[in-house]
């Protein structure tokens, strides 16, 4: 089962930040939270990727809090392409990813 | 940007006849997996390969499912003898290494057994 907790659905206006929580509070020390997202039926696309610290790429920033139970993917300027669901994912044990049902993203004009 | 090909993107097949799902991971990656997802549920874990072997399974894997990186390039998922349940997309993904590294997924193959 996944290790994260994450609201259903949330809706976000075009052109302002979309910031999505996660709930992780069993995680490890040594555990990484991944983010990806899917959109339709499409792979699941890659986003970002952080063990303790914030980490910024150029799609996203991922805030972590101090004591690692949860954490914050923030898209800066959503547009209508970002709709989609989003994984917050903690790797466990071996080299699987475990996804739950994640956040569905509605970015709205 | 370098990505995962996966070919054909549409399979149908009569349930019991075998099919071979083909994936080309980007070059410089290591790690080798699949994942399936049925039609609204989870994405799920199938397995991971490393070294020419695999070095995971889920329970999902059982003996109707194979892998196989014939030559240097490709990656290919057989399942034996379709059942209807295996009807689902399936996603090939690579990564350069492990851990700590982001996986590439394919666009995924779905597949239709009737």
């Known amino acids: 089962d996944a290790k994260t907790t994450q609201p259903p659905s949330m809706d976000c206006a075009e052109g302002r930040a979309a910031n999505l929580p996660c709930n992780h509070s069993?995680?490890?020390?040594?555990?990484?939270v991944y983010w990806y997202r899917q959109i339709h039926s499409q792979g699941p696309q890659y986003i970002i990727h952080g063990l303790k610290n914030n980490e910024t790429n150029e799609m996203a920033s991922l805030i972590i809090t101090e004591d690692r139970k949860s954490s914050t993917l923030i898209l800066p300027h959503a547009t209508l392409r970002d709709t989609a669901v989003y994984y917050c994912i903690v790797r466990v044990e071996g080299n699987k990813l475990v996804f739950g049902a994640g956040t569905i993203l509605r970015v709205k004009s | 940007e370098p990505e995962v090909t996966q070919t054909p993107s549409h399979q149908v097949t009569q349930m019991g006849q075998e099919v071979i799902l083909r994936c080309v991971p980007i070059?410089?990656?290591?790690?080798f997996y699949w994942y399936r997802q049925i039609l609204g549920q989870k994405v799920e874990f199938l397995v991971s390969?490393?070294?020419?072997?695999?070095?995971?399974k889920s329970e999902i894997f059982d003996d109707q499912f194979s892998v196989e990186r014939p030559d240097g390039s490709n990656f290919t998922l057989k399942i034996r003898s379709t059942k209807l349940e295996d009807s689902a997309m399936y996603f090939c993904a690579s990564s350069e290494g492990w851990d700590t590294y982001g996986y590439t997924f394919g666009s995924g193959t779905r597949l239709t057994v009737v």
């Open positions: 390969f490393y070294n020419n072997e695999i070095s995971e």
């Open positions: 069993t995680i490890s020390g040594n555990e990484y």
């Open positions: 070059s410089n990656h290591l790690y």
